[in-house]
């Protein structure tokens, strides 16, 4: 989730259709000289130390959970507050897993995805 984090939202990104084109051409741009690519992504816990810490942080203030599709609008949501529930980073590693799969084949990269979901 690092490299996610290390994005930097465009402002004319409106939804996580747009956000994993961002964050799979980044991706195969950092790695266009590897002839393969392993990419691995965070596990998720919902009941953990740093889950209670992410909490925390947050000051009392509700952390929302976002449903990850093409077409949910992140154009208002600030990339730290769309990533501050657990269950938004779960579905959102899987859904960007995906988008790099599909990404890295249509460009013919040889890419090994690993994600808990169903990667």
């Known amino acids: ?3 996610v984090q290390s994005l930097q939202k465009l402002e004319n990104i409106t939804n996580c259709s747009q956000l994993a084109d961002q964050f799979t051409t980044r991706i195969l741009e950092r790695y266009k000289d590897a002839d393969e690519v392993h990419l691995v992504f965070d596990r998720y816990y919902v009941t953990s130390l740093k ?3 992410r909490d925390r942080r947050y000051g009392g203030q509700p952390v929302i959970a976002y449903h990850i599709t093409d077409a949910t609008n992140i ?4 990339l730290k507050r769309l990533l501050s529930h657990v269950k938004t980073n779960m579905e959102l590693t899987g859904y960007l897993a995906e988008k ?3 990404k890295a084949h249509a460009e013919e990269k040889q ?9």
């Not at 154009?75 to 600030?78: D, G, H």
């Open 75 to 78: 154009a208002k949501v600030p």
């Open 111 to 119: 890419m090994v995805v690993a994600c808990v979901s169903q990667c």
């Open 100 to 102: 790099m799969l599909v």
């Open 1 to 3: 989730m690092a490299d």
């Open 51 to 53: 889950g209670a810490t």
